[in-house]
């Protein structure tokens, strides 16, 4: 594939900067205006932190170039470690992870971390439901997170993390839905507002089953709120994407671990990659218009 080409399917466009195999090769859109920015916040997901392949001291590489880029706070969007949904996890193989995952945090402790549940963060195999280790309570504990979803306000801007992992996933269950609902209703109009979900609620790449189930009630929620700035952001497919319906905007970022911190398959335009997205994060510039820029860097070769 020619490089034009390459950037193109990264939705790289106009203002795109490759400086080398070596350097930061970042996805950024244009801000013409002159609003003013009211928070930059870094958008990590799909960490999947591991013991093997370097990927603790890769992913230091990666808070390591984020630190540089003066950041308010970190919004993590699931699937921090490794795995721990599978059957054959062992409980040792659970707190392993973990224990990357806290030790790696003391890289950043001084920043804000708001987290969000993805699909592999959950230990369903515990040997029965009261054990503490298993499901979503357990990794809400690890999360630091007050609840499975929650929101928050900053700088005129307010914040939705929500829980994709149930029934028919990525979807709400109903009493977050209810939640969610009402949480909108009661927002003043025109308020800005991002969502940060794991699955993605609207996907538009070549890859299968990154949208939410509810997609089509949750698009209809939105319009019936289209007075407000909505912006979500997720990871899960490990894509770099944007989608644009009904004026919503919808970032899918890849992910940290880029193929899971290994080296790809065959689909993998690079070594790490999956498909055509390096292992990256983004930067998301919040201006208090309402508006709001999504750029993607690669950190690593
Ligand atoms: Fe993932």
């Known amino acids: 594939m020619k490089r034009r080409n390459l950037l193109k399917s990264l939705g790289l466009g106009v203002g795109a900067t490759v400086l080398g195999t070596n350097k930061l090769r970042a996805a950024t859109e244009t801000n013409t205006k002159s609003v003013k920015r009211v928070l930059r916040i870094a958008h990590i997901t799909d960490v999947h932190i591991r013991p093997e392949h370097n990927a603790p001291s890769r992913f230091k590489q990666c808070i390591e170039s984020i630190t540089k880029m ?12 490794y795995a721990a949904d599978y059957d054959h996890i062992t409980r040792e193989r659970v707190k392993v992870q973990w ?7 003391e890289l950043f402790s001084e920043y804000e971390v708001y987290s969000c549940l993805g699909n592999h963060n959950m230990w369903w195999a515990a040997p029965d439901k009261s054990d503490g280790m298993y499901g979503k309570e357990f990794a809400v504990k690890q999360l630091g997170m007050p609840n499975r979803y929650f929101s928050f306000t900053k700088n005129g801007w307010t914040f939705f993390v929500l829980d994709s992992n149930n029934k028919n996933a990525g979807s709400l269950d109903q009493e977050q839905m209810d939640w969610f609902k009402g949480e909108l209703a009661a927002l003043p109009e025109k308020a800005p507002v991002l969502i940060m979900t794991h699955y993605p609620i609207l996907s538009v790449g070549p890859e299968q089953g990154g949208n939410h189930t509810d997609c089509k009630e949750l698009t209809k929620l939105f319009y019936e709120h289209k007075d407000k700035p909505i912006h979500c952001v997720s990871g899960h497919i490990h894509l770099l994407e944007k989608t644009v319906y009904n004026n919503v905007k919808y970032y899918c970022n890849g992910a940290v671990s880029g193929f899971w911190w290994e080296d790809g398959n065959a689909d993998s335009a690079h070594k790490s990659w999956v498909s055509q997205t390096p292992p990256g994060y983004a930067i998301l510039d919040l201006y208090e218009d309402g508006s709001l820029m999504n750029s993607y860097y690669s950190y690593e070769v």
């Open 70 to 81: 003066e950041v308010d706070f970190f919004l993590n969007g699931g699937d921090t470690i």
């Open 99 to 105: 224990d990357i995952w806290h030790k790696s945090r």
